[in-house]
Structures are given as C-alpha cells and as structure tokens.
Antibody, heavy 123, light 107 residues
Framework: QVQLQESGPGLVKPSQTLSLTCTVSGGSFSSGDYYWSWIRQPPGKGLEWIGFIYYNGITDYNPSLKSRVAISRDTSKNQFSLKVTSVTAADTAVYYC???????????????WGKGTTVTVSS | DIQMTQSPSFLSASVGDRVTITCRASQSISSFLNWYQQKPGKAPKLLIYGATSLQSGVPSRFSGSGSGTDFTLTISSLQPEDFATYYCQQIYTTPRTFGQGTKVEIK
C-alpha cells in the first residue's frame, strides 16, 4: 500500500526558501499513471493546490505561486520535493503531498495523501 | 482560474439526518469534480471522483450528482464519524481549485 511522508523544517525565516520533501513508499514514483502533487492549507483556511510533477519531470504550477515555486524529483530515492522562495507569513500552512491519478484514468483524483507537515514563517 | 463556490459554508445537523452540500463552478467542468472529507488535524480523504463515482472503501451513504456547473454531495443518513469539513475540487483544468469548504457540525 502506497504511503507518502512529508519532511522538512517546521520553521522558516521571512524572505528565505521553504524546502520540503515527500517520500513515496510501498509503490513506485516512476509509474506513468500518476502525478505527484503538493497542496497547502493555511491555519483555519481551505485547501490550495500548489502544483505537481510527473515522473519524467514535467511540472505544472498554480499561477498564483508560479514565480516562487519549484517541484523536482529524485526517482532513485522515490522522492519529490517542493521549494518556495521569498516566503512571507502568508506561506505559513500545513503542506501536504499527494498522489494524483491524473495520467492513468479519465477522471483525475488525489487518492493518497501524506499526513501533512506544518511550516511556520517567522523570524 | 475556475472558481468553486460551496454552500452552505456551515451546516448543523443531527445523526440520521439527510445532508446535502452544493458546489458550483464558475464555468462548465463536465463531470470533472471530486469531493473530499477532512477531519481536524488530518489530511483530506477522497470520497467521490468524477462527480458520481464512489471511491473504494467509502460508505454507500455518500453519493454525488451533477454535471456542468452544479454539483451535490449527499449523505443519506449522517453518522457520528461524518462530522467534518467537506471540499469540492474541480479537476477539469489546472490549477486544480477547491471550494472553500463546508463544515458539518453536530446539532
């Protein structure tokens, strides 16, 4: 059974870069059926889709964050990563990684999620 | 971006009640609509995909309907474990936008 686990610093200073990694276990990151996504949720607010990466490195980002976001992957480690540059307090959120069955079927959906990791932007 | 609007934002109901949550898209998205359930401190859980298809393992009291711009999530008989926040999400195009959420609380 596929599991996802986010990891990374819980505290980032303003103007610095937020870096998180999602490790995929129990399955292959290189399956062509899936996109690998990042979603975030500010405290007490709703969900925001950040973007995803395909196993071959193709990415798609939310235009609202596109200038500050990069998603990469390390297929040898079954991991994908998120970087958000020039962070502010508005980037404080729970960050989730998720598997998006967007390439293997007609209707995409996110069926496996990590537990989420809280990132606080503060000096 | 496609805007997703849920109503109501908050709903108070009793165990056994039939509950309906509505989601409206700012443009037609055919049946490219998913529903998720989120409990406090937990990741969202997929309930319904493709507007009407029940995800494996999800109880049959959950159902989805609609196409185009108007969609509905129905819980036929609310159970104690169903008190949570529900989100719709369009997957017609990227960015994959979510509704603002509907919190279902105990009456």
């Amino acid at each position: 059974q596929v599991q996802l686990q986010e990891s990374g610093p819980g505290l980032v200073k303003p103007s610095q870069t937020l870096s998180l990694t999602c490790t995929v276990s129990g399955g292959s990151f290189s399956s062509g059926d899936y996109y690998w996504s990042w979603i975030r949720q500010p405290p007490g607010k709703g969900l925001e889709w950040i973007g995803f990466i395909y196993y071959n490195g193709i990415t798609d980002y939310n235009p609202s964050l596109k200038s500050r976001v990069a998603i990469s992957r390390d297929t040898s480690k079954n991991q994908f990563s998120l970087k958000v540059t020039s962070v502010t307090a508005a980037d404080t959120a729970v960050y989730y990684c998720a598997r998006d069955y967007g390439a293997g079927g007609y209707y995409p959906y996110m069926d496996v999620w990590g537990k989420g990791t809280t990132v606080t932007v503060s000096s | 971006d496609i805007q997703m609007t849920q109503s109501p934002s908050f709903l108070s109901a009793s165990v056994g009640d039939r509950v309906t949550i509505t989601c409206r898209a700012s443009q037609s998205i055919s049946s490219f609509l998913n529903w998720y359930q989120q409990k406090p401190g937990k990741a969202p859980k997929l309930l319904i995909y493709g507007a009407t298809s029940l995800q494996s393992g999800v109880p049959s009291r959950f159902s989805g309907s609609g196409s185009g711009t108007d969609f509905t999530l129905t819980i036929s008989s609310l159970q104690p474990e169903d008190f949570a926040t529900y989100y719709c999400q369009q997957i017609y195009t990227t960015p994959r936008t979510f509704g603002q959420g509907t919190k279902v609380e105990i009456k």
